[in-house]
């Protein structure tokens, strides 16, 4: 599991674990089952509090996006099929959110907005 | 790890005044250092971040109000209470003709917990050069040394005044990693000052602000990133007011089209309710804690 961490961008660190976790899971890359490195392990790999570990874990954990299987190990868990397509568009959503916000600073249409996305959607297929 | 909830503060301060001739260094502070984590103690030069730490240590005694440092009065630590608390020091005071080698013999003469496999890997990781007299060393390996004789006895309060200030980055960068290891290991709070709000950073989960001598800020760092932001805010009818009567604004600059605004809410439809009622558009970023700090000094400073 790779983790970037940037510790000066003002986002929590425990959000962005968070955040990498779920997009990692939603890109397929942590597939269900998947084991979580230990929190000692991952505190020593990204050079973080062990607390901020446990919490990151633990709000991933009461979301359902992992779960605990015979009683320690944290694993992905396994999504249903509606699941699976909002774990993806969720990460876009966002994105697309404060893109909206910097067309309507910038006064684009948004048959402009929506065209450019078109574009740019084909041009990096 | 041990609940953070639960075990009893290892460090508490009650109306703590300390007063050097006729200036107060701590005005009548109240505060409770919460057990099992990395507070970091940030101010600006004055602020008394140093005093706090040499009342808490019992260095200096307060002049008036009081200090608990792990259960007991601060100005009557004894050994029980002692061998459990590491102080390193901004500049530490030295026995100068020893050798860093024989400074470290003799100070773990004094404690029954010294670890001494601890010693030998912290003089790798850090690379403290055993054999010369601390009166030859560089400022650089005098702060390095003193690092090992506030963390080796393994204490469960460790007071850390401003310790990388003479560190090179790499060196800075491994002592934040011995500073994780121990937490790992033994699971004691550290309180750290520094200046270095980048190094303070990567490790703190909890914030202390003070400024002449009060505490402005006592708070969760996870709780201040999510609270404090900036908002880019563009009128959408090209009229903004010079100043906004939200109480969450704290800072204000810009036009009447445009203005960038720092603010602290933990509302999340705050922005929602700001961009209806005063018709912008908002464009929100966190703040990092170089951002953050003036913020947090300048706060509440009457109302503590």
């Not at chain 2, 704290?250 to 036009?255: C, E, I």
Request: aromatic content about 4%.
């Amino acid at each position: 599991m790779l983790l970037v961490i940037d510790h000066h961008n003002g986002v929590p660190a425990y959000r962005q674990i968070m955040d990498q976790i779920k997009l990692q899971i939603a890109a397929g890359v942590l597939p269900a089952g998947t084991e979580m490195v230990s929190t000692r392990s991952l505190s020593a790999e990204l050079s973080l509090n062990p607390m901020t570990i446990s919490k990151a874990y633990g709000l991933l954990e009461r979301e359902g996006v992992l779960e605990r299987r015979r009683g320690q190990t944290l694993v992905v868990r396994a999504l249903a099929a509606g699941e699976q397509q909002s774990s993806k568009l969720e990460p876009l959503r966002q994105h697309l959110a404060s893109a909206a916000v910097l067309a309507r600073q910038l006064g684009i249409s948004r048959e402009q907005a929506l065209k450019l996305f078109r574009e740019t959607l084909s041009s990096s297929q | 790890m041990k609940s953070a909830d639960t075990a009893p503060a290892p460090l508490v301060a009650e109306r703590l005044t300390k007063t050097y001739s006729d200036k107060n260094a701590l005005d009548g502070i109240d505060l409770s250092v919460p057990a099992d984590h990395v507070v970091g103690l940030l101010g600006r030069n004055g602020a008394g971040k140093t005093t706090l730490l040499q009342l808490a240590a019992g260095i200096l005694l307060p002049t008036s109000g009081s200090c608990r440092t792990l259960g007991q009065r601060s100005d009557l630590l004894d050994t029980p209470q002692l061998s459990r608390l590491g102080l390193v020091p901004q500049e530490g005071r030295f026995i100068e003709w020893m050798t860093a080698a024989q400074h470290l013999d003799f100070t773990a003469s004094f404690y029954p917990t010294w670890d001494r496999d601890l010693q030998r890997r912290l003089v790798g990781i850090l690379e403290v050069p055993l054999g010369q007299k601390i009166a030859h060393l560089s400022t650089g390996d005098r702060q390095k040394v003193g690092i090992l004789l506030g963390v080796c006895h393994r204490p469960a309060l460790l007071l850390l005044d401003e310790p990388m200030s003479s560190l090179d980055p790499i060196a800075r960068a491994r002592m934040l990693d011995v500073l994780l290891e121990r937490l790992r290991d033994d699971g004691c709070t550290v309180v750290i000052s520094s200046h270095i709000l980048n190094d303070v950073e990567k490790i703190v989960d909890w914030v202390v602000a003070l400024d002449a001598g009060r505490v402005t800020e006592n708070a969760p760092f996870d709780e201040l990133q999510e609270n404090f932001a900036e908002w880019t805010v563009t009128s959408t009818n090209g009229g903004l007011p010079a100043a906004f009567a939200e109480p969450f604004v704290l800072r204000h600059q810009g036009d009447a089209r445009q203005a960038l605004l720092r603010v602290r809410t933990a509302d999340p439809e705050a922005a929602a309710r700001f961009a209806a009622a005063h018709h912008v558009q908002i464009s929100t970023r966190p703040l990092n804690l170089d951002e953050m700090f003036p913020l947090l000094i300048a706060q509440r400073r009457d109302a503590q």
